[in-house]
């Protein structure tokens, strides 16, 4: 919010009406910079971003505006007893992000303590605006969901994710695609006539894998050979990444979650950064006591 004054200074009238002073806010975004990068030295407003959603709220005369907070790239220190992948699960990206951040690097050869790597940024994983107002929690250690709308639970039920030789990654993702009825398929399906695909129904994608191999949540998952995943039970990892909800309530996320829905999923390796991660969190801790 802002006041009266601080509001009209950024408005100015010209042959197309009511428009945004950019010099003026410009000043504001990047007080708005500043004021993150106390905390955060990563995060910042990004001024285009920001002016073109303001121009639009003054064409569109509404009442407010989303400004997207953004996270610059880093770099990681290399500390004892890592890896790629674990550097990559505890940072919260799928490993392909860390390779592709890092061209050239041979991950066959073990890392040396204390030499540094790139670390990409989180928004490689968010390309849409965050829906505000609704996210997904998922915790991998106690295979349990919550969806949030405005703060409050609308969805809470047990799941399963991707079992200890294709596990689900953790880290902040959100809702990239709908597809009420995805294939999918892995080399353990294979024989030497050739691979079976299964069926996926309710799928939603979260995260890219391998390039062109996306894990994401569904609903029952039908084998080529007429049975279901898990017989259709949830509650252990068994899936090959996604993460499985019975089927009925797979739909009903299908159906309530937006593209551009934030997707957070903790585990032990990867605490919540939000407050209604947290907030899950400590829910499943008094749950398992």
């Avoid at 991707?162 to 709908?178: C, E, F, K, V, W």
């Avoid at 999923?265 to 605490?271: A, K, R, V």
Wanted: net charge negative; charged share 20%; with cysteine.
């Amino acid at each position: 919010t802002t006041d009266r004054d601080t509001l009209t200074s950024w408005l100015e009238v010209d042959e197309d009406g009511l428009s945004l002073r950019k010099d003026i806010f410009a000043a504001f975004v990047q007080a708005q910079t500043d004021s993150l990068a106390r905390t955060n030295e990563l995060r910042y407003v990004e001024p285009v971003d920001a002016m073109d959603k303001m121009q639009a709220a003054i064409t569109e005369q509404a009442s407010s505006v989303n400004i997207r907070v953004h996270y610059r790239s880093s770099i990681y220190t290399v500390q004892p007893g890592d890896s790629g992948y674990v550097i990559a699960r505890r940072a919260g990206v799928p490993f392909i992000q860390l390779q592709q951040a890092n061209p050239g690097r041979d991950w066959d050869v073990p890392l040396v303590v204390g030499e540094t790597m790139n670390m990409p940024s989180p928004d490689l994983m968010i390309p849409f605006d965050p829906v505000p107002n609704k996210r997904i929690v998922v915790n991998l250690k106690t295979q349990s969901l919550v969806a949030y709308e405005n703060g409050q639970p609308v969805f809470s039920w047990l799941i399963s994710s991707g079992m200890d030789r294709a596990p689900t990654n953790p880290g902040i993702y959100q809702i990239l695609s709908h597809d009420p009825v995805a294939t999918g398929g892995s080399f353990e399906q294979c024989t030497a006539l050739g691979c079976a695909q299964w069926t996926m129904y309710w799928f939603m994608g979260i995260y890219e894998v391998v390039p062109g191999l996306v894990n994401g949540f569904h609903g029952a998952v039908l084998l080529a050979n007429g049975r279901y995943l898990g017989d259709g039970l949830v509650g252990r990892p068994f899936t090959y990444g996604c993460i499985m909800s019975d089927n009925d309530n797979g739909e009903a996320l299908y159906n309530w979650a937006d593209n551009g829905t934030v997707v957070e999923i903790i585990s032990p390796i990867y605490e919540p950064r939000s407050e209604l991660g947290r907030q899950m969190l400590a829910q499943s801790t008094l749950q398992s006591q």
